[in-house]
Structures are given as C-alpha cells and as structure tokens.
C-alpha cells in the first residue's frame, strides 16, 4: 500500500499563474481533504472532497476549486496565485461510513508551492 | 468555530526523559481527536486517534488521552529519544469528518542526545 500520495512535491510559479495540485488517496479510502500549511502553523481545512462532490469548505476564496473523480483520486486548482498562497499543501484521505462519518486521517508528504 | 490551542510552543529535554504535550479545544462537540507527528518540511504521520467515546489510547512509548467535557488532550511520551524530535500536531474532528481537522500550531520538540 503506497498510502497517500501527492505529485508533485516541489512547484515554484509565478503571481497571477494557475497550478493543479493531485492526490492519489489511500487504498480503501473514498475521502480527500485538502490542507494548506503556512511556515510555523498549523494545517488549515480547504474542502473536502466525498462521492466526487465538495462535501464542506472551510475559510478560502473560491480562487481554490477542486475535483475528485471516480477513483477517488482529487486535484486542488487554485487560480490567481498571490504570493501568500506560498504554502505546503497537504492531502488528506480518510473513509467515510454509511453513515457519512469520517475516518482517521492519513496525510501524504505535500506540495511545497512558491509563488514568486 | 473550533479552536485548538497547543501548550507548550517548544520543548527541549534531554534524551530518556518522559513528558506531556497539551491540547486543547473550545468546542466539545468532537467526534474524534488525532495526534500527528511531523518531520521539518514533511507530511503528517498519525500517532494516535482517539474516539469521542474513549478515555485513552496507547502505541508502544505513546498514551494519549482525552477528556471532553474539560476540552482537553493530553499526549505522554515515555523514555523519550532523540529520534522523537519533531513537531507534535493534535487535531480535532468535527461535522462527522466533514468539517475537515482543526489544528493547533503544533509543539516543537528536541531530544537532547
């Protein structure tokens, strides 16, 4: 099992550029989040992606779209870049039950983004 | 809104040492509580997941535990060695999963040799 994982792992683009960022889920797992982490913070929740459908969207513009396709892998496309979008982004996969309850997170190593 | 507070901010201790990193959050209406470990400029490997309904949950030199009434989390790390140098995240969950994790700013950790 490769676990979760992200390509590609370093991105250096250009203010006002677009970027595709993907993510290759757990073997098992129906659920993709999204995560931005700036230098000394904590990650912080983008969307969710569940049944190839934004299931939940936390603080961000809508500069930051995403898409999940029928294997469940996803892609985060952000649009726009401004140079504080400069982030590691992380993946997130996780199984979600019949009864829409999430399982444990499991992280892939990230995206390192820098806009320039 | 979930908020998750990390005390202390950093920690230094030399090797063999045991110690207790805290986290704490506002809302109680969680539905689970993880603890990540992460390696300067790497992803999050998860260390621990704790259920709502459970008290505690141990791996090997790890015990975490939780008490959601006080919104508080607790993460003991036994024997401790310069290998467990890292940034130490706890996160918690709410909306069933679907809110996404909340983090806190993680404990920075150094195991002095």
């Known amino acids: 099992d490769a676990g979760v994982t992200q390509s590609p792992t370093h991105l250096i683009k250009t203010r006002g550029q677009q970027v595709t960022l993907r993510c290759s889920p757990k073997?098992?797992?129906?659920?993709v989040s999204w995560y931005q982490q700036a230098l000394g913070q904590g990650p912080q929740f983008i969307f969710q992606?569940?049944?190839?459908?934004?299931?939940q969207r936390g603080n961000f513009p809508d500069r930051f779209s995403g898409h999940q396709f029928p294997n469940y892998s996803s892609e985060l496309n952000v649009n726009a870049l401004l140079l504080g979008d400069s982030a590691l982004y992380l993946c997130?996969?996780?199984?979600?039950?019949?009864?829409?309850?999430?399982?444990?997170?499991?992280f892939g190593q990230g995206t390192r983004l820098t806009v320039v | 809104k979930q908020e998750v507070t990390q005390i202390p901010a950093a920690l230094s201790v030399p090797e063999g040492e045991n110690l207790v990193l805290n986290c704490s959050f506002t809302?109680?209406?969680?539905?689970?509580l993880q603890w990540f470990r992460q390696d300067p400029g790497k992803g999050l490997t998860s260390l621990l997941l704790?259920?709502?309904?459970?008290r505690e949950q141990t791996s090997g030199r790890l015990n975490a535990s939780l008490d959601k009434s006080s919104g508080r989390s607790t993460l003991y790390i036994a024997a401790s060695q310069p290998g467990d140098s890292a940034t130490y995240l706890c996160?918690?969950?709410?909306?069933?999963?679907?809110?996404?994790?909340?983090f806190g700013k993680g404990t920075h950790l150094i195991i002095q040799p």
């Open positions: 809302d109680s209406a969680i539905y689970n």
């Open positions: 997130a996969s996780s199984f979600t039950s019949g009864r829409g309850i999430g399982g444990e997170a499991f």
């Open positions: 996160a918690a969950a709410s909306g069933g999963g679907a809110d996404g994790l909340t």
């Open positions: 704790i259920q709502s309904s459970q």
């Open positions: 992606y569940y049944e190839e459908e934004e299931r």
């Open positions: 073997s098992g797992h129906d659920t």
